[in-house]
């Protein structure tokens, strides 16, 4: 009589290790798949203050690029995650700001009379809180190194504060909030120029 062949008695121990195993495996590829695309392509931040209302609420969730700037310079009107400047790090901050790009290298920015003028044009900017009621400049900004302001003029300690974000501290670009569901988009404002005569009026 034909006999069947046993099974060993620790099959089931060595399918459980097996699982086990397999599960820690896509874990660590998650992780790691995780990790870089974190690292080199985007990430997920979140709003902790008001500096850059009514565009950005407290809390708000955004996906930020940190990829098309290794192909591309940042533009005026970007909205720009970038990590301590040299002279914050000296006032002990360590996390990111968020703020838009309004002076590009070279740019001679001033701020006068609620309006703000780059290489003596002012800005139509729809999306500010309030104009700003603060004088600062002309100054040029250096090779290398871009002027933001929060769009909550009056409440953002930005570029009129602590100087320029040199290029390599970019992280990357803001664009598009996720969260809340009902203000879900696309982040895409960007200053027009006006004419000096016209620009205080605006």
């Given at each position: ?22 599960a820690?495996?896509?874990l ?22 008001g ?9 708000d ?13 940042p ?11 040299e ?31 780059v ?23 250096p ?21 320029f974000v ?7 670009k ?18 027009t ?10």
């Open positions: 009589m034909t006999g069947v062949e046993q099974q060993p008695n620790n099959l089931p121990q060595q399918k459980a290790d097996n699982l086990w195993m397999e820690l495996k896509t660590g590829l998650s992780a790691i798949l995780a990790f870089g695309i974190r690292s080199f392509v985007a990430e997920a931040r979140y709003i902790p203050s500096s850059m209302l009514p565009t950005l609420q407290i809390n969730r955004l996906i930020v690029d940190k990829m098309s700037y290794r192909f591309k310079t533009e005026r009107g970007d909205i720009v995650v970038f990590s301590p400047t002279a914050l790090e000296k006032q002990n901050f360590h996390d990111a700001f968020i703020k838009r790009v309004i002076g590009l290298p070279g740019d001679k920015v001033e701020v006068k009379g609620g309006q703000v003028y290489n003596d044009k002012g800005l139509r900017e729809n999306y500010i809180q309030d104009k700003p009621n603060y004088n600062w400049g002309p100054a040029t900004v090779p290398d190194s871009y002027l933001v302001l929060g769009d909550n003029r009056n409440n953002s300690y930005d570029s009129h504060y602590w100087g040199p290029r390599d501290h970019i992280i990357g803001a664009i598009v909030r996720f969260w809340p569901l009902k203000r879900m988009g696309e982040l895409d404002q960007h200053p120029y006006v004419p000096s005569d016209r620009a205080n009026s605006q």
